[in-house]
């Protein structure tokens, strides 16, 4: 058998919340978002931790945030992120998650978290759970500033041809590889390896896993690790992200 992987959603199953919408109070802190959109905020978390996002959503939120966050400094947002990701994301990550990629490491396989979320939010927290290959969304940078384009976003089918691109060049045969989500819309990401399990699953996961035979996992348990001391790159896409969910659910507003 050749080399194997098992691969990570992120947002519901290493972690208990949305992983950009985490940081809300420290761009607030800041001066970035507005008390009004703090709390605008928390009731979208409140949403999503209920019941998730769906692949329309997600695009709004894609859409928005290449837009909001054309020409900000990928430095000041680093700074700030950089300030607050042991506060914000150390609590929330759930041990059974933490335990599983180490099981998984320690049977020799490869370990991957592949989100919807910025490349600049997950490998942080990657790198805090020994996790050296990540996949997320990525936002042009020009001269230190985000230009409002999206380079890449891996959602539904993306994150498959992600992870085929991973497959060829690392060796892997999908069929022996494994896969955790709690979304829906990570249907085909689950589908296209030979060890799917829902984790957390929203109520159409959980019906999609019954009918399929797929594990079914539920995380609860905080997880007792602390971040290491992290060289945290830009992270404009954090904030973008947080308003893209805002704007969401206020459609009209504006900056």
């Known amino acids: 058998m050749g080399r194997t992987a098992a691969f990570f959603d992120l947002d519901k199953t290493v972690i208990a919340k949305s992983s950009v919408l985490a940081f809300g109070r420290a761009f607030y802190r800041n001066g970035l978002i507005t008390r009004k959109m703090v709390a605008q905020g928390a009731y979208a978390q409140f949403r999503y931790v209920l019941r998730g996002a769906s692949h329309?959503?997600?695009?709004?939120?894609?859409?928005?945030l290449a837009a909001v966050t054309r020409g900000w400094s990928a430095a000041e947002v680093s700074a700030i992120i950089e300030s607050s990701v042991r506060e914000r994301i150390g609590p929330i990550v759930y041990a059974?998650?933490?335990d599983l990629i180490d099981e998984h490491r320690a049977a020799g396989r490869d370990v991957v978290i592949i989100s919807?979320?910025?490349?600049?939010?997950?490998?942080?927290?990657?790198?805090?759970?020994?996790?050296?290959?990540v996949v997320g969304t990525e936002l042009a940078i020009v001269d230190g500033h985000y230009t409002g384009e999206v380079v890449s976003?891996?959602?539904?089918?993306?994150?498959?041809?992600?992870?085929?691109?991973?497959?060829?060049?690392?060796?892997?045969?999908?069929?022996d590889c494994y896969a955790y989500s709690d979304s829906v819309t990570d249907v085909p990401m689950l589908a296209a390896v030979g060890h799917p399990t829902a984790v957390n699953p929203d109520k159409a996961l959980r019906e999609?896993?019954?009918?399929?035979?797929?594990?079914?996992?539920?995380?609860?348990?905080?997880?007792r690790k602390k971040l290491n001391a992290l060289a945290i790159g830009g992270v404009a896409l954090a904030a973008g992200m947080i308003i893209g969910w805002l704007?969401?659910?206020?459609?009209?507003?504006?900056?």
């Open 96 to 98: 059974e998650a933490a």
């Open 153 to 175: 976003y891996p959602a539904g089918e993306g994150k498959v041809e992600a992870m085929m691109r991973l497959a060829e060049t690392a060796g892997y045969d999908l069929a």
């Open 208 to 223: 999609i896993a019954a009918d399929r035979g797929w594990p079914v996992r539920d995380f609860h348990r905080p997880s």
């Open 116 to 133: 919807t979320a910025g490349v600049e939010v997950v490998r942080p927290i990657a790198a805090m759970l020994g996790v050296d290959q």
């Open 247 to 255: 704007w969401m659910e206020r459609p009209s507003r504006r900056l």
């Open 56 to 64: 329309g959503q997600m695009d709004q939120a894609r859409d928005r």
